[in-house]
């Protein structure tokens, strides 16, 4: 499991960008949760019709809660399905509210030493700023969701490291993520 690299945060906060590069740079494959999510779901009941129907009568905030417990499935599944690779988590998948779904994902990333946090700035009024200009194309009630995933404990409880990329290109990121890692190992 040495080479699994796992790259958690917010939305638009470069995870998929970063995740292929470091999958260059190790001759690695990635997964990209955002690709697998949907049939991971579809594993274990979720309901596109009831989904639709919290999402016109409750808002986003109605169906991000109706995805939670999928979405602790698909890292269970994903980690259990996929190793020696480079893995991107789609924004809400490491934030949970309840604390048994947050509990099933902590075990299931435990084992793994290489769980990353990116996020643009550690000061989180400014990444939630950065965040939002680069997801502008997002309805306003879904911009809300990265400043609670900023904000949220279990991101940083989560990770074992955390990158800030303000300032960086893409590659300087990835080197320095190639870097942590070399200096633990």
Request: with cysteine.
């Amino acid at each position: 499991m040495k080479s699994d690299i796992i790259l958690i945060g917010p939305i638009g906060a470069g995870k998929t960008t970063i995740g292929a590069l470091l999958a260059s740079r190790l001759g690695l494959t990635q997964y990209s949760m955002d690709d697998l999510r949907w049939s991971y779901y579809f594993e274990i009941g979720y309901d596109e019709e009831l989904a639709l129907h919290k999402r016109e009568t409750e808002g986003f905030w109605g169906v991000y809660q109706y995805w939670k417990p999928f979405e602790a499935y698909a890292v269970e599944r994903l980690l259990s399905s996929h190793n020696q690779c480079v893995i991107d988590f789609g924004g809400g998948h490491s934030v949970y509210e309840d604390a048994a779904l947050f509990q099933r994902v902590q075990q299931a990333l435990a084992p793994y030493p290489n769980v990353i946090l990116l996020l643009p700035s550690p000061n989180l009024d400014e990444s939630i700023q950065i965040l939002n200009q680069r997801n502008h194309y997002l309805p306003d009630d879904k911009l809300n969701v990265n400043e609670h995933f900023v904000r949220h404990a279990s991101n940083y409880e989560l990770a074992k490291f955390i990158v800030y990329t303000k300032g960086k290109t893409p590659e300087e990121t990835c080197s320095e993520i190639l870097n942590l890692i070399e200096a633990v190992e």
